[in-house]
């Protein structure tokens, strides 16, 4: 099993353009979950989906910030227009049904810079 | 409200030393309790976790971690630590009322002395 891939590792990118952040779940995990990690904040779910639907995403910080996840193995987390203050690692973590018992499977983040 | 403290930003302990990492939680039930580790550059790993029956449970590292119900408390601990256990540690809390997200603590950054 591959883990939990998401892409790219690294993003820079200038302020006001789009950054798009890509997640691949392990085949057969029903939740897909996104965490923003900060120095000041520590680690925040932004939304979680369970079979491919969004569940809760009260933690999506502003409707700059979207969240899909079209099928059961590909998930993504767009930011339009991008900020500064958006600079953080973003993770994407997948769990089996029953999960929340289970603990998450998480992928190696993306590093997201915006200047 | 519900909530995560683990009140150690930074532990510094010897190689061969003994280790305990505290975490408390704020919950009016028994939680699904977790810790994971992230090294540098890293995703998080899972360690343990805790959901019922023995108070004390064995993960991965050679870590374990015990759950008392008096304290609300989930301590990582590990007898004997190793330069490589150098990391940064996640106290993590599931809840029990429908929802199936995690909180997690704000971290302890362990260093290991040689």
């Known amino acids: 099993d591959a883990g939990v891939i998401q892409s790219p590792r690294h993003e820079v990118t200038e302020m006001g353009q789009e950054v798009t952040l890509r997640c691949k779940p392990i085949?057969?995990?029903?939740?897909l979950f996104w965490y923003r990690q900060t120095m000041m904040r520590g680690l925040e779910l932004l939304i979680y989906?369970?079979?491919?639907?969004?569940?809760?995403d009260s933690g999506m910080p502003e409707d700059r910030f979207s969240a899909k996840m079209p099928n059961a193995s590909f998930s993504t987390l767009k930011i339009q227009p991008s900020e500064p203050r958006d600079s953080a690692v973003y993770f994407c973590?997948?769990?089996?049904?029953?999960?929340?018992?289970?603990?998450?499977?998480f992928g190696s983040g993306t590093r997201l810079t915006v200047v | 409200a519900q909530s995560v403290t683990q009140p150690d930003i930074h532990i510094t302990v010897s190689e061969g030393a003994s280790l305990e990492l505290r975490c408390n939680y704020s919950?009016?039930?028994?939680?699904?309790l977790f810790w994971y580790v992230q090294s540098p550059g890293q995703g998080l790993q899972l360690l343990l976790k805790?959901?019922?029956?023995?108070?004390l449970v064995q993960g991965i590292k050679g870590f374990e971690a015990e759950f008392k119900r008096s304290q609300s408390s989930f301590n990582l601990r590990k007898p004997s630590v190793h330069w490589s256990d150098a990391a940064e540690y996640f106290c993590?809390?599931?809840?029990?009322?429908?929802?199936?997200?995690?909180?997690f603590g704000t971290g302890t950054r362990l260093k290991v002395l040689a």
């Open positions: 993590a809390v599931g809840f029990t009322s429908g929802t199936y997200k995690y909180i």
């Open positions: 973590a997948s769990s089996p049904r029953g999960g929340i018992s289970r603990g998450y499977t």
């Open positions: 805790y959901f019922s029956g023995d108070t």
């Open positions: 085949s057969g995990h029903d939740y």
């Open positions: 989906f369970n079979n491919n639907v969004p569940i809760d």
């Open positions: 919950y009016g039930a028994t939680p699904y």
